[in-house]
């Protein structure tokens, strides 16, 4: 809190001609005009010798131009929430400054990275951990292909065609016939395509553009073996022939 009972520092928000987005900050207001414009050069990204300065309200009403680089920013009406707005008359094109698509990133050789002493690569390599824990890996792999042979059985017991009830964890039951059995393009392992009695399942038989099955939208979905009981599981009655 300065002498004067006002505070000594100002929140305000900085807008620019240059970018689309606004960002609020706070300020000394014993800056003058041109200490202020150096530091609103690393957040628009204008020059500070190319800036128009401009004050609004917190509503967006226009105040005034800051234009006296020897003034202090404090002797400006300058209250919290008020905007700056940034006019760059350096020739810079709009939104130049948020393409980060030219700007040249560093890329370390997979070479150079393995030598780095402090890398992740190199804590996990000396932990064993993930990928450079062989025996870990190997299991993984063992439990991988037992899960796949094992989820393969259930699969072949399982006929297109058949009722089935869908039993899912913490789901209610559902009701349906089964339309495809076998592997998918959209996630590894084996995949029992179902069509719904109601509209409770999430498409009309197709993935990522491929139709594996053909039913009503909203009315197919995939599920995992171990969800699947088949058996005789007559369509449920939901009463519709009693409404007119």
Request: charged share 30%; glycine share 8%; with cysteine.
């Amino acid at each position: 809190m300065s002498v004067s009972g006002t505070p000594a520092v100002v929140a305000v928000y900085i807008s620019s001609s240059l970018n689309s987005f606004r960002s609020q900050k706070r300020y000394a207001r014993g800056l003058t005009l041109a200490e202020f414009k150096c530091k609103l050069e690393l957040v628009v990204g204008s020059p500070a010798s190319c800036m128009d300065l401009e004050l609004y309200t917190a509503d967006d009403k226009f105040v005034m131009k800051l234009d006296s680089d020897e003034a202090l920013l404090g002797s400006y009406p300058i209250d919290d929430g008020c905007r700056i707005h940034v006019i760059d008359h350096s020739g810079a094109r709009i939104g130049e400054y948020e393409d980060v698509s030219k700007v040249e990133k560093f890329q370390l050789p997979d070479s150079e990275y393995d030598k780095r002493a402090d890398s992740a690569r190199s804590f996990m390599k000396r932990s064993k951990l993930g990928q450079y824990n062989k025996e870990e890996m190997l299991k993984k792999e063992a439990d991988q292909e037992q899960k796949l042979v094992e989820e393969k059985a259930l699969a072949e017991a399982i006929s297109v065609g058949a009722r089935c009830e869908v039993r899912a964890l913490g789901q209610p039951s559902k009701r349906g016939t089964v339309m495809y059995v076998g592997l998918t393009e959209f996630k590894p392992g084996y995949w029992v395509g179902v069509k719904y009695d109601e509209p409770l399942g999430k498409h009309d038989g197709s993935v990522s553009g491929k139709q594996y099955f053909e039913c009503q939208p909203k009315y197919g979905a995939f599920v995992k073996p171990q969800h699947i009981m088949v058996g005789d599981f007559p369509e449920e009655d939901f009463g519709l022939e009693d409404e007119m």
